[in-house]
């Protein structure tokens, strides 16, 4: 059971001094959730308290069935995006129905990761390459930040993609309201220097390294405090400044996804994306933190955690969730040792929906999008498309197209456009595999491309690498390119298939290098394959090929070499050399 309930596992070995850990962490991670979680019911286009009713019962499940003992689960800010972007699909913002679709993407996500989990196929994920996921992350960042500047102006404006969200915000820049500017820019303002002046600001008055950077950390805590103070002071509810308002106070209450199946059909794919995406972002998380105190996590046990967590927060009236890196981060550097401390998160977060609700009456909107436009923009990396040109056309290629979908027609339209040219880039690459004429280096056993070493070669024997397994993708252009460089030696005698880096030979690889034996057989020109793997060559055993190949296996290209040059009488130094060595 352990495998399935990793509570099992660390739960054995609790003591009081790691209950302490866990506390600490619980603490200081609930001061920062509070907000955020607010911030994020926002942007999904949801009731500020629908963030905290996701903070709580998912993060008890996690703590169950999750294997990160650092990973916190909650709200964040690209899946609260995509929620957005389904949910107002189907229904309006605002309304009942609005808030059922957003209860339905978490269960149907839920269900989709759990099981995927049980059938083990957490390696689906890897259909999203890092340069798909890194330009998807930056426009919606992007996105994001853009869709919260008219909270910070105070002003009505919208769009469903980011040059009609920069359109509607120009027109409507003359309707600025002063005050709502006047909290939303200090508190953007205090919140960006926080997060780098902070922590030095609070070691030269005294503070501990780590005691500096857990309570600079709280920042949002600090901007949330003095928006309120100021709009109860200035009286900004009659200004003009939009406020939370009312925040039902208590526990989550039962809720229940719908089951109308034509809601299903228009969920059912946003749902895939988002847990894709989801779980993708909360495993690189888990991953990164894990190996920074030798730990492991099974990918495949997260997929039912994290799945666990977003039924749990359907049927407590949340949206969808996932592990966020911010707070996963605090979680971390406050010293939490194991799931324990997400429960306790929850735990607080309830107490802080029982008791703290009616303090949150007086908070400013523009507050909220201040936190949201700081955090978000600390995802847009401007960097990584200068480092794919450079480094790989082709990714490049998938990142840029990734980006410039998702701001121009959608996120859900950015995934599947990113999916889909990385997968078209990787088909059309394995189509064309990389191919190398080689030769011998003088006086070793080595073989290089002749394009790039001075090496020795002879017009009589070719050699060819291959750097790609042989499959339908690419078989059919293998045959025509050693074809095509027979026709251009008439000298030729044999040719050596150099197959070191051939994973494997499929059935169409199979038909290529049996038509290449017979074609180079009745041309009188023998073909010879060298350093053939073991499980390839016992697949090419189960066939007739290798008993009908016009020439022989090879264990070493030098071998292979070696016996092409005896049988066509080169003389000289090389024979020599290899006479002298007794390798012939």
Known sequence: MRRYLPILEWGRTYNRSILTDDLMAAVIVTIMLIPQSLAYALLAGLPPVVGLYASILPLLLYAIFGTSRTLAVGPVAVISLMTASAASAVADQGTAAYLEAAITLAMLSGIMLAILGLLRAGFLANLLSHPVISGFITASGILIATSQIKHVLGVDAGGENWLAMLSSLANAIDQTNVWTLAVGVPAMMFLFWVRKGGKPALQWIGFGERAADLTAKAGPIVAVAASILAAVFFDM??????????????????????????????????????????????????????????????????????????????????????????????????????????????????????????????????????????????????????????????????????????????????????????????????????????????????????????????????????????????????????????????????VILMCSAVNEIDASGLEALEAMNHRLGDAGIGLHLSEVKGPVMDRLKRTQFIDELNGKVFLTQDRAFAKALQDTGEPADPVDHYLARGLI
């Open 237 to 494: 509810g009659n200004k003009g400044v939009s406020l939370t308002g009312a925040i039902p106070q208590g526990l989550p209450p039962f809720a229940m996804p719908s089951t109308d199946v034509a809601l299903i059909e228009k969920l059912w794919l946003p749902a895939l994306l988002i847990s894709t995406i989801g779980f993708v972002e909360s495993v690189s998380v888990a991953q990164t933190l894990a190996a920074k105190r030798r730990q492991r996590i099974a990918p495949d046990q997260e997929l039912i955690g994290l799945g666990a967590a977003n039924v749990a927060s359907a049927f407590s009236g949340g949206y969808p969730v996932t592990g966020g890196f911010a707070r996963s981060a605090v979680n971390f550097d406050a010293g939490a040792k194991t799931p324990a401390a997400g429960a306790f998160t929850a735990v607080g977060i309830a107490l802080a929906t029982l008791f703290l609700t009616p303090l949150l009456f007086n908070l400013p909107i523009a507050a909220l999008a201040a936190t949201i436009i700081v955090a978000v923009l600390a995802l847009v990396d401007l960097k990584t498309p200068l480092q794919l040109w450079r480094y790989s056309k082709t990714d490049f290629t998938a990142h840029a197209a990734t980006i410039i979908l998702t701001l121009t027609a959608g996120v859900e339209m950015g995934v599947i456009a990113g999916v889909v040219v990385g997968l078209a880039l990787h088909l059309w690459r394995t189509s064309r595999p990389h191919i190398a004429i080689v030769g011998r280096v003088p006086e070793t056993e080595h073989f290089r491309n002749v394009d790039r070493h001075k090496v020795f070669t002879v017009p009589h024997v070719l050699s060819i690498r291959i750097d790609e397994a042989l499959t339908y993708l690419n078989a059919h252009w293998l045959e025509e390119y050693v074809l095509e460089q027979v026709a251009d030696r008439p000298a030729l005698r044999h």
